[in-house]
């Protein structure tokens, strides 16, 4: 297929496709933080944490899905923000529940 001024356009598909999976199951299990010191040790119960490592998997594959659907950042992004505005709002409606 020719561009304009007879250059031709590269195929859409000769970049390999991202694998959401993967990614996901890496920043899952492998925290940036970890081993820095910026990590607080022993201060999280342990089922919590493994409750957050579940939920932030599932959400990077949502995102992930939503990402090769769209051809765009665009969703993954809005998705990222409902999210953690809907998280924080669950949060500080139970802080207010609790004082």
């Not at 959400?59 to 659907?69: M, Q, T």
């Not at 969703?75 to 139970?94: K, M, Q, R, W």
Request: net charge neutral; proline share 8%; glycine share 6%.
């Amino acid at each position: 297929m020719l561009g304009q001024h007879g250059q031709v356009t590269p195929d859409r598909d000769m970049v390999p496709p991202p694998s959401a999976l993967s990614v996901a199951l890496r920043c899952a299990v492998v925290p940036v933080d970890s081993g820095t010191p910026l990590r607080t040790a022993n201060t999280t119960p342990s089922f919590a944490a493994f409750g957050q490592q579940l939920y932030a998997f599932a959400l990077g594959v949502l995102y992930a899905y939503w990402f090769e659907k769209s051809k765009s950042v665009v969703a993954p992004i809005v998705g990222h923000n409902v999210s953690d505005l809907t998280e924080y709002a669950i949060c500080f409606a139970l802080i207010a529940l609790w004082r």
